[in-house]
Nanobody, 128 residues
Framework: QVQLVEFGGGLVQAGGSLRLSCEAS????????MGWFRQAPGKEREFVAA????????????MYADSVKGRFTISRDNAKNTVYLQMNSLKPEDTALYYC?????????????????WGQGTQVTVSS
């Protein structure tokens, strides 16, 4: 059974940083793309960042939502079955519940339907 557990959320002032972690178990981690999504109250869950599987020919290829480009960085450590999201220069509009997800394939995608396992989420709150 695949399990994803997110860590690292919290309350931070605007301009601050947080690093989210997502530990996966029960799955061949290195063979799947991984993604981060977020959902603010009253809004749809939206794509944040994704990273391809290490075995994909564009290994380590990345995708970012326009709203986070230049501020957020996604990375993975296959030895630890962990994906990270480093978030810098945080803004109040980044406030949301952040979810990590396991991709159904090798390649990073922005499409929610391209992910078949989801964590429970970790709350990020950015105060102004």
């Amino acid at each position: 059974q695949v399990q994803l557990v997110e860590f690292g959320g919290g309350l931070v002032q605007a301009g601050g940083s947080l690093r989210l972690s997502c530990e996966a178990s029960g799955h061949t981690f290195s063979s799947s793309a991984m993604g981060w999504f977020r959902q603010a109250p009253g809004k749809e869950r939206e794509f944040v960042a994704a990273i391809s599987a290490i075995s994909w020919r564009w290994s380590g290829s990345y995708m970012y939502a326009d709203s986070v480009k230049g501020r957020f960085t996604i990375s993975r450590d296959n030895a630890k079955n962990t994906v990270y999201l480093q978030m810098n220069s945080l803004k109040p509009e980044d406030t949301a519940l952040y979810y990590c997800a396991v991709g159904a394939g090798l390649r990073a995608t922005v499409d929610r339907s391209g992910y078949n396992y989801w964590g429970q989420g970790t709350q990020v709150t950015v105060s102004s």
